[in-house]
């Protein structure tokens, strides 16, 4: 079984300040997990994603994400948010055996302060 | 880049209707997933499909559901009889390799 809990359905920062995404996920077997954003009206785009080696890990449009198995945490960040950020956010685990399917969190959205 | 498509972006039927929700994955993907997005909620998976046969799939996909994969280009959900329940987005997924998974832009269905 696996799930993933994400802190904060709403977080705001301001225009420039760093963005802190908080995950936390379960998971019975090594996780793969992920980052998804969606823009308002629009499809889930993969931010970034975590399999095995480096348990830190570079995204798109400068958002990198720590993977620690010790907390079971896979925070993103991102160290000056800009405007164009505003969207929701989901944090998001599968297995690494059988055909992957996906459970995602009820995301948080980012709204960015000008 | 290479994308998935989906269509349409919005389709209202009548309660007790059939749909059908396409989806063209990405060509030299292999993996085929639905999901669905009630307003509000979070994404849920429905259906995993590969090798032209259903691999996985969750409790909501119940047996007004089916999926199929008619040629070599498309993957298709259909509902057989609405519900009002139905309404939701439901997103097409495709994978290479069972990793990541790439996401169309969603078909809002609507059901009155």
């Known amino acids: 079984a696996q799930s993933v809990t994400q802190l904060g359905s709403h977080v705001s920062v301001s225009e420039g300040a760093l963005v802190l995404l908080r995950c936390n996920y379960s998971s019975s077997v090594p996780p793969y997990l992920f980052w998804y954003v969606q823009y308002p009206n629009q499809g889930l785009q993969l931010l970034l994603k975590?399999?095995?080696?480096?348990?830190l890990v570079k995204g798109i449009n400068g958002f990198e994400a720590e993977f620690k198995k010790s907390e079971t945490s896979f925070h993103l960040t991102k160290p000056s948010a800009h405007m164009s950020d505003a969207a929701e956010y989901f944090c998001a685990v599968s297995s690494s055996g059988g055909y992957q399917k996906v459970t995602f969190g009820t995301g948080t959205k980012l709204q960015v302060i000008p | 880049e290479p994308e998935v498509t989906q269509t349409p972006s919005h389709q209202v039927t009548q309660m007790g209707q059939e749909v059908i929700l396409r989806c063209v994955p990405i060509s030299n993907h292999l993996y085929f997933y639905w999901y669905r997005q009630i307003l509000g909620q979070k994404v849920e998976f429905l259906v995993s499909f590969y090798n032209n046969e259903i691999s996985e799939k969750s409790e909501i996909f119940d047996d007004q559901f089916s999926v199929e994969r008619p040629d070599g280009s498309n993957f298709t959900l259909k509902i057989r009889s609405t519900k009002l329940e139905d309404s939701a987005m439901y997103f097409c997924?495709?994978?290479?390799?069972?990793?990541?998974?790439?996401f169309g832009p969603g078909t809002r269905l609507t059901v009155t």
């Open positions: 997924a495709s994978s290479p390799s069972r990793v990541e998974q790439y």
């Open positions: 975590y399999t095995t080696g480096a348990t």
